[in-house]
């Protein structure tokens, strides 16, 4: 089976929907034929296990984007076509001319879906509902999700916007699979003895509620007396400079410290040496970064709006409400813990991914996936 997928950027700084296209790449090179499309950018993550084309033309010139995405299909020739995320012209058009052409097509949203992301920007996704967006959702019914609460969210979003009958909708539920035991080695690798610190990793974004880390911050100074705070990640320059500017006005430059991108060894080393991972997100539809430090046997805190309450239910990290309150309540906790109770936590977390997130159950769910919609 030759399967194509399209995704408006592979750049590195797109965190965790590049991510999760090699972690996809792994997961089916064995079972068959990959093409990944995308536009070009400076900073692409590799893919392994995938021929990768770069669109040369831009989107904003429709008919050269038209007759480049045609012309690589008419090459490739796939059995599926497979759209990841929305709410970009260029990701409804390739979607309108693969099916012109008699392709099947399969659309991963990517949590675009989400309340959150929904609530977001509003006018500009009314318009995007106008103009393209309405069409290919209404054309999209077979989908793949990485949560169940994800599904429900799709799910609504169809009802409330009257985009197509539900009951024609077919979404699967296929949770990313971690290559951990590559994870776990390097990590092992990397790990020295050193400065104790609380990690954040993820895109500098508001969605990522990194103000209610440091409002939190601010709570529990005193109880992490010891404790260093690294927060990883690219983001908006202005964005950035206004989060630093609240560390100054209080007080807590002499804890945080903003490290800006990092990748390869240098994120993994990151990880294996922190003490636990903060990702206290509004909205998540899977947070592929928590799992990367589960797989480093890094405990983790995050929100119930990700799909982790198994975080809380395997003793292997902190699954709460988003809020400054409920953050400020785990750090708490987490700092009263000693060095073996975390290490307990991290064996956890590892235990946890090792059996219910492999990349070959990812495989196995995405082939049965493109099967069915084939039949």
Same mark, same amino acid.
């Given at each position: &089976? ?46 392994? /296990?995938?021929?990768?084309?770069? &669109?040369?033309?831009?989107?904003? #010139? ?94 609504? %979003? ?7 009958? =539900? ?12 290559? %951990?035991? #590559? ?18 990793? #993820? ?22 007396? /010891?404790?260093? =705070?690294?927060?990883? /990640? ?24 903003? =490290?800006?991108?990092? %990748? ?7 990880? #294996?040496?922190?003490? =636990? ?83 070959? &159950? ?7 996936? %493109?099967?069915? &919609?084939?039949?």
């Amino acid at each position: &089976m030759k399967i194509l997928h399209y995704i408006n950027t592979l750049d590195r700084s797109f965190g965790g929907t590049t991510t999760y296209m090699q972690m996809l790449a792994l997961s089916l090179r064995s079972r068959a034929e990959l093409i990944f499309v995308a536009d070009a950018s400076q900073n692409p993550v590799e893919i392994c /296990g995938a021929k990768v084309i770069f &669109m040369q033309s831009k989107w904003y #010139s429709r008919s050269r984007y038209k007759q480049e995405w045609t012309a690589i299909l008419d090459a490739e020739k796939p059995d599926v076509v497979h759209v990841n995320t929305i709410w970009l012209p260029q990701c409804a058009w390739v979607q309108l001319w693969a099916e012109q052409k008699g392709y099947k097509c399969a659309l991963t949203v990517h949590g675009m879906l989400e309340p959150w992301i929904v609530n977001r920007n509003r006018f500009k996704k009314k318009l995007g509902m106008i103009f393209f967006q309405r069409r290919q959702l209404k054309t999209a019914l077979w989908q793949t999700v990485t949560a169940v609460e994800e599904k429900k969210h799709v799910i609504q %979003y169809y009802s409330d916007c009257k985009i197509a009958d =539900v009951a024609n909708l077919n979404i699967d539920v296929i949770p990313i699979g971690i290559d %951990y035991e #590559s994870i776990a080695k390097k990590c092992a690798s990397l790990k020295s003895d050193g400065e104790k610190y609380i990690l954040f990793l #993820s895109r500098i974004h508001p969605k990522k509620g990194i103000e209610i880390l440091l409002d939190s911050l601010c709570r529990v100074r005193e109880k992490i007396v /010891g404790y260093k =705070v690294k927060i990883a /990640g690219e983001g908006d320059s202005a964005y950035v400079e206004n989060l630093k500017n609240f560390c100054s006005d209080n007080n807590l430059i002499d804890i945080v410290e903003f =490290v800006g991108g990092v %990748y390869g060894d240098d994120k993994w080393r990151l990880i #294996s040496n922190a003490s =636990v991972l903060v990702l206290p997100t509004y909205s998540e539809n899977f947070g592929l970064v928590i799992a990367e430090a589960m797989s480093a046997s890094v405990p983790v805190i995050t929100t119930n709006t990700t799909p982790w309450q198994i975080l809380t239910d395997s003793d292997s990290g902190w699954c709460v409400p988003v809020g400054v309150e409920h953050i400020a309540g785990a750090l708490a906790d987490f700092a009263s813990l000693s060095a073996d109770e975390l290490q307990q936590k991290g064996c956890n977390a590892f235990s946890v991914i090792s059996r219910e997130y492999s990349l070959g &159950m990812m495989g196995e769910k995405l082939m049965s996936f %493109y099967n069915k &919609m084939l039949s």
